[in-house]
């Protein structure tokens, strides 16, 4: 067996019930121990809560899981020096028989495996700021342009270039669409200012949209922006100063390529006093919610 498919996952996909896939970067890189844990395990009680099977996906030993236990992700959360794990990485780890942490990209290919068509995180990686320079540009663009998986976040935050990401998105043929908005949520704050390609109103609407692109056997994924709710919104122009210090250290340091994403977040956080953190955990909370409810919809018209 290439990956292995926790006994839970597999009936309830067997069975025809929605099941909804986890990232764990977020877990090993994204946020510091215990938060990071206590974020994953309540994750996934809300998506219990929603009507769906949660499945969060890790690489231990090499072995590809997806539908890590509860044990599986405290030890997930605690261990250092797990491998961040994208496309490019995935045969490498399992070869290595390593621990990984699932990118969006890498994420989206185990759950496309699985047969898991909806994917909740907090944030993707898109085109960074300087790309024209750097050629930064998150592997899991490439992903969505070609993997049949749906993905839940808050938008992209103001690390990246966001309009150039929107432009990239357009160009791989990936649909960008605002859950009850127009506008392009920007993480940790709810409006980035850009426009989303559609405003959906409804889960059902997005699980139709979902449907009808499997259907028409357009491959590729779907981006979904569910903007932070207003009550945790930070307000822009004081987070992106953080951003800008941050993106400025990491300059200085001489961070590049895959360490630049996890070192942003880090330096964020740090600055914010954990003000960022915790607007990350409550949008992270937000998303498995509609995700949840957007694969129950997805579940309902499949049958
Ligand atoms: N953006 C966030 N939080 C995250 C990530 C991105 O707001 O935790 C993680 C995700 O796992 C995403 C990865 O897939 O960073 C992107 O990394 P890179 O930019 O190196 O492709
Ligand atoms: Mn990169």
Known sequence: MLIKISDEVKLALKEGRPVVALESTIISHGMPYPKNVETALEVERIIRENGCVPATIGIIDGDPIVGMTPEEIELFGKRSGILKVSRRDLPIVMAKKMWGATTVASTMILANMAGIEVFVTGGIGGVHRGAQQTFDISADLQELA???????????????????????????????????????????????????????DSEREIAEAIYYKRMMKLDGGILISNPIPDQYSMPSEVINLYIEKALKD??????????????????????????SLEANIKLVFNNAKIGARIAKELSNISK
């Open 146 to 200: 070609h993997t049949n998986v749906t993905v839940v976040c808050a938008g992209a935050k103001a690390i990246l270039d966001l309009p150039l990401t929107l432009e990239y998105l357009e160009t791989f043929g990936v649909p960008v669409l605002g859950y009850k908005s127009s506008n392009l949520g920007a993480f940790y704050s709810k409006d980035s200012g850009l426009k989303v390609d559609y405003k959906m």
């Open 250 to 275: 990491a300059d200085e340091k001489g961070i590049k390529g895959k360490e630049i994403t996890p070192f942003l977040l880090k330096n964020i956080a740090d600055n914010t006093h954990g003000n």
